[in-house]
């Protein structure tokens, strides 16, 4: 739910309950109801077009709310690739993909650091991997490796078919991070 229908809701919701404190108070006798009576005449009468745009209001944002409880947002977790067998529907969350991603990319001899992102498209399932590489390993062979490695690792685990793998390199990494790297490794 967004900023503006937190404020409209809890609006809302103060109006209500204002409302209901007065409904109890008198239906239950604590106020004398012709304390009320000049109010529910001005209404009945049709007389004072406050109140019309108050309960147009009401209405509206009423039914804003009504409808929007029925738009569910799928969280990241909900959302992922479905794929119907013999046996039944599966789904593979794009959390998931992205283990089997980075599993598969840090296997890849040159690869330091790195970040993904799975995209799942009508076109296919597309992947992004933003990289940290030793500086050793000619980039060309490097790249290629990963998205060899990475696609073939994720269709052989998933089933899933990747449309793209693609790769930015974006740092090398500093040569004494890699030697007190590779000394804790």
């Not at 909900?78 to 089997?100: F, H, M, P, Y």
């Not at 498209?121 to 933003?130: D, V, Y």
């Amino acid at each position: 739910m967004n900023l503006f229908d937190r404020f409209i809701l809890a609006i809302y919701s103060l109006a209500l309950i204002v409302l209901s404190c007065v409904m109890i108070a008198v239906t239950s006798g604590w106020f004398s109801p012709d304390l009320f009576r000049p109010y529910m005449d001005q209404i009945l009468a049709g007389t004072n077009i406050a109140y019309l745009i108050v309960a147009i209001i009401f209405l509206i944002v009423s039914l804003r709310f009504f409808f929007s409880s029925f738009r569910f947002k799928k969280t990241k977790e909900d959302r992922g690739i479905r794929q119907k067998s013999d046996l039944g529907e599966i789904n593979i969350t794009v959390q998931t993909i992205q283990t089997i991603v980075e599993r598969a990319a840090r296997r890849v001899k040159g690869v330091r650091d790195l970040r993904t992102s799975v995209k799942v498209l009508e076109s296919g399932t597309m992947i992004t991997l933003r990289v940290s590489v030793d500086g050793e390993t000619p980039f060309p062979e490097l790249t290629n490796k990963l998205q060899t490695d990475v696609k073939e690792h994720v269709e052989t685990i998933t089933g899933i078919l990747i449309s793209e793998v693609a790769v930015v390199v974006t740092e090398v990494a500093q040569q004494e991070n890699y030697a007190a790297r590779k000394r804790v490794e």
